[in-house]
């Protein structure tokens, strides 16, 4: 049962720092410290910016241009944070986090010979039915803190 508790409050302090984006918001909408709710952030191995397990894992994520033709970058990384905020220095445009799943190089790679008919070019593919239905069914909506907030807009296809 302990076991079960544990998950319940990791699970309540994730969504408390996701909706209110701070350790400090969320310690208060929780009606605890700052020192409690650093410690229960510690204690559950959580990342206190992001609510994200501090161990990173690979990830491969989807991210979507928003002008036509809204393409989807299929692509990999290790911190989905800092390739976040690579992509967009080199965007005139905020891009859209569609989705994220567990995987590195090889998944990656494998997604992208399964959508091939829809490559527009390099990691970039069309929008098609296929491949949103697959993100839609298959992803997580990502993790990001608040600063990427915007980007997070999770897999709301």
């Known amino acids: 049962m302990s076991e079960q ?3 319940y409050e990791k699970k309540l302090l994730v969504e408390a720092i996701r909706k209110h984006g701070s350790l400090t918001n969320a310690a208060k909408a929780l009606g605890m410290s700052f020192r409690q709710m650093r410690y229960r952030v510690y204690k559950h191995g959580l990342k206190s910016g992001s609510a994200q397990p501090a161990k990173k894992e690979p990830l491969v994520y989807f991210v ?7 393409l989807i970058k299929i692509g990999h990384t290790m ?3 800092k390739r976040l905020i690579g992509l967009m220095t080199t965007s005139a445009m ?3 986090v569609l989705g ?5 190089f090889a998944k990656e790679q494998e997604l992208q010979l399964k959508f091939r008919k829809h490559r527009h ?4 593919f069309s929008p098609d039915p296929e491949v949103l ?3 839609a069914e298959n992803c997580s909506p ?6 990427l907030g915007e980007q997070n807009t999770g897999a709301g296809i």
């Open 79 to 81: 911190n989905l944070q």
């Open 94 to 96: 905020p891009l859209r």
């Open 133 to 135: 239905a697959f993100i």
């Open 142 to 147: 990502p993790c990001l803190p608040p600063s």
């Open 5 to 7: 508790v544990a998950e």
């Open 64 to 70: 979507q241009f928003p002008l036509e033709p809204q």
């Open 121 to 124: 070019h390099g990691e970039w």
């Open 100 to 104: 994220v799943l567990a995987g590195g």
